[in-house]
């Protein structure tokens, strides 16, 4: 092996070392939903979600754990995606981890703590949506 390959090689490790999970493409039958799933979402949240799927499609992949064969995050998108399929025997890309149940657990929480996910800088969204963004389409009501 070359000092060339060899670094090219350590590269692509150091690159992919926070990566968890592997880009897979299986049944939708081999989902199953976390009976433990703590989340929730209101009708109005679900119009939501289904109407951004239907007009730009899903941009994020479900999390599915190989060891259980359960969804960890996404149980609302596959759901969504189920009802405009109107099936649940198709093909779908998942993100695919390996974890222990306990792990499992705890990212199926961490995935949907809002506290984890930050917070709005009220001005720099005010400005973002003053500009041509369509408040409904970014997830928003007239109230908000």
């Known amino acids: 092996m070359t ?3 060899k670094i090219k090689k350590n590269k692509e490790l150091i690159d992919n ?3 968890k999970y592997e880009i ?4 939708r039958r081999e989902l ?3 009976e433990y799933n703590p989340r929730k979402i209101s009708d ?3 119009d939501k979600l289904k109407n951004n799927i239907k007009k730009v499609g899903l941009l ?5 754990n190989v060891r259980s064969g359960n ?6 998108r596959i759901a969504i995606l189920d009802s405009l399929n109107r099936t649940q025997d198709y093909k779908i890309r998942v993100a695919k981890v390996d974890l222990d149940q306990k792990t499992e657990k705890e990212q199926n929480i961490f995935f949907n703590n809002q506290a984890a996910m930050g917070e709005w800088d009220i001005g720099q969204l005010e400005k973002i949506l003053k500009e041509d963004i369509d408040y409904e389409r970014a997830g928003f009501d007239l109230g908000e």
């Open 32 to 34: 199953k939903n976390a």
């Open 17 to 19: 070392i926070y990566e």
């Open 24 to 27: 897979v493409q299986i049944s």
């Open 71 to 76: 969804i960890v995050s996404g149980h609302q």
């Open 44 to 46: 109005s949240a679900r």
């Open 3 to 5: 000092l060339k390959s």
């Open 60 to 64: 994020d992949p479900p999390v599915w």
